[in-house]
């Protein structure tokens, strides 16, 4: 069975720093595109940083400048490197992927972690 498992998140002061891990694991051919999204009550999911291949990320602009999204292949883990933190980071964090389970490109399907909650106090 295929999971993401995350990890890393937690409470700190505004400005202070926080590194979220994601791993794939269980069976599969290959993980593709991994990224970050985060949630807050009441509101819709939305993407943090994507992964835009060949080692490319897109960051959402309110992030741009203090977050970094890394990813380790060999591992097949995705990090989200969060400085500067602000009260506004405050959310609950999800890793996806596009992981493709057999050798068909068809059969290819985006999973999701477990939510790991950040909050950042003023």
């Known amino acids: 069975q295929v999971q993401l498992v995350e990890s890393g998140g937690g409470l700190v002061q505004a400005g202070g720093s926080l590194r979220l891990s994601c791993a794939a694991s269980?069976?599969?051919?290959?993980?593709?595109?991994m990224n970050w999204y985060r949630q807050t009550p009441g509101k819709q999911r939305e993407l943090v940083a994507a992964?835009?291949?060949?080692?490319?990320?897109n960051l959402l602009d309110s992030v741009k400048g203090r977050f970094t999204m890394l990813r380790d292949s060999a591992k097949n883990t995705v990090y989200l490197q969060m400085n500067s933190l602000k009260p506004e980071d405050t959310a609950v964090y999800y890793c996806?992927?596009?992981?493709?389970?057999?050798?068909?490109?068809?059969?290819?399907?985006?999973?999701w972690g477990q939510g790991t909650q950040v909050t950042v106090s003023s």
């Open positions: 996806n992927a596009k992981i493709q389970t057999t050798r068909s490109p068809y059969s290819s399907s985006d999973y």
């Open positions: 269980g069976r599969f051919f290959s993980v593709n595109a």
């Open positions: 992964d835009t291949g060949a080692g490319s990320t």
